[in-house]
């Protein structure tokens, strides 16, 4: 068996000091995919999720972002500082309909570490994400959550028909 000739694959950087890697997270569409998902790496075995959260928003009109968010959203744990799960909040109100979606994901799928009554307050969910959310009704925090919107929905029910009745009557 031989080598291919001609092959040439991109050097991926190992990154030793935040600078280093902070600069392919906040330029990422000048670098090579491959060195961006190393940066994401070396942000998230330090642990500057508030960093990788911030940027995420801070590009969330770029057209390119897709890959970074599904490499960083798959690599991510749940998050425990408010400050992280605040950035997690705006990223569900922003206007990137893909991002917005992969944030309501991640947060479902951390049922249990998140309250997600607290993380989806003022948040009307699509008939999509409420799939998901059946699809976790197991999850304690997703069932409160549930209950709560169920009465939410009844009351605006509610609210229309009494609307509707004077309107007639």
């Known amino acids: ?7 040439q ?4 950087i190992r990154f030793k000091e935040f600078d280093e890697a902070r600069d392919y ?4 569409q000048k670098y090579h995919q491959d060195n961006i998902y190393a940066a994401i790496d070396y942000m998230i075995s330090h642990k500057e ?3 990788l959260l911030k940027n995420l928003l801070r590009h969330q009109q770029n057209g390119k972002i897709e890959k970074f968010v599904e490499y960083l959203f798959s ?3 749940c998050l425990k500082r408010n400050e992280d799960r605040k950035l997690l909040k705006q990223l ?3 206007r ?3 991002l917005q979606e992969k944030t309501f994901s991640f947060i479902i799928n951390c049922c249990e570490t998140f309250d997600i009554s607290d993380m989806l307050e003022d948040y009307e969910p699509s008939l999509q994400q409420i799939e998901l959310i059946v699809n976790h009704l197991e999850c304690e925090s997703i069932k409160k959550y549930t209950e709560a919107l169920q009465k939410k ?11 509707k009745d004077a309107e007639l009557g």
Do not use: H, P
Not at 9 to 12: A, L, S
Not at 154 to 159: A, D, V
């Open 25 to 28: 997270i906040e330029n990422f």
């Open 49 to 51: 999720y508030y960093f």
């Open 92 to 94: 569900l109100q922003c």
């Open 96 to 98: 990137n309909t893909y």
């Open 153 to 163: 929905l009844l009351e605006k029910y509610r609210l229309l028909s009494r609307n």
């Open 75 to 77: 690599r991510l744990e």
């Open 9 to 12: 694959t991109q050097k991926i």
């Open 1 to 7: 068996m031989g080598f291919k000739k001609g092959v």
